[in-house]
């Protein structure tokens, strides 16, 4: 109903101003997000013949061999908990529409929008390598208390949007973006609520986010046109889905390099926020020095709210 409510909003607003060529990238990028599962479905076709046979078995076994499962950080987080987890994991529409106009004071909304569409473009793709649904859809209302069978795929009708973890991917992009204490400061918790949302409303496994992570950079990236740093974070994306189908075996023998691999991707994901924060910083202080160094008269005719939105 939110969403709805956000594009019926947006198509007001997009034709108020029909020069403003980044308001259709906006409208655009909501009905994907609202559509995303219909979407979705005509993509695949028919879900159950094209993938039936689920993974939510090997995500399980992952996170057990991290050391950290879903369910135990989800037990703690039910009751009363659950209420304004499960506001902030339906407020991610709402984030993406107010983080837009974040960004359209420094000039870089049409750059957000493009993060945006390249996330539900790229997203189904990787589904489709590792279809899987989710604890709460495999195992209905033990998922709490799921038994760890023997790894295997599994049968059962449902949309496979696990693996990885757009939520928190998302929720990553609007960090990457971020500029201020404040900005910053708002993105971090939404972030970490996101997080805690996905795992205790049983959307996603553990790892699921830890790919969320890799895909968030690459979404980001894209909407800053770096194209080669978005290419080798799509390839870590595309690398943990692959390896989970293909080389289980392995990984489930070797738990120290799978938490080594996770703890990498990690990595990676604060070290790209340190950096384009420090980005932003260094570009904030280049325009208060330009600013500064302007003639008098050329002062008047700009506001230094401009310099720094250029």
Known sequence: MIGLLALFLALIWMLRDEKDKTRPLLVFALVLNLCYGYLLSVVMGKEDSLLPWKYDLFLLHLDASLGVSAAAIALPLQGLW???LNVIYQLMVPMMICWYFVT???????SLVLAYVSELVMGPLLYVILPACGPAYAFGSIWLTPPLATAHPIRFSGMPNAFPSLHLGTALVLVLY???????????????????????????YLIDLVAGLAFGCFAANIGYSRFRSALAYLGVAITWPLAIRFEFPFLLAHPGKLRSCAALTAALAILAVFREWRVHSQLRLSAQ???DAEPQTSKSRMQPGEALAD
């Not at 359209?104 to 049409?110: Q, T």
């Open 82 to 84: 659950r209420i304004p």
């Open 104 to 110: 359209r004071n420094r000039n870089r909304s049409r």
């Open 178 to 204: 971020a500029e201020g204490k404040l900005r910053r400061g708002i993105s971090l918790m939404f972030f970490v609520g996101t997080a805690l949302a996905t795992i205790s409303t049983g959307e996603h």
């Open 289 to 291: 020095v330009a600013y």
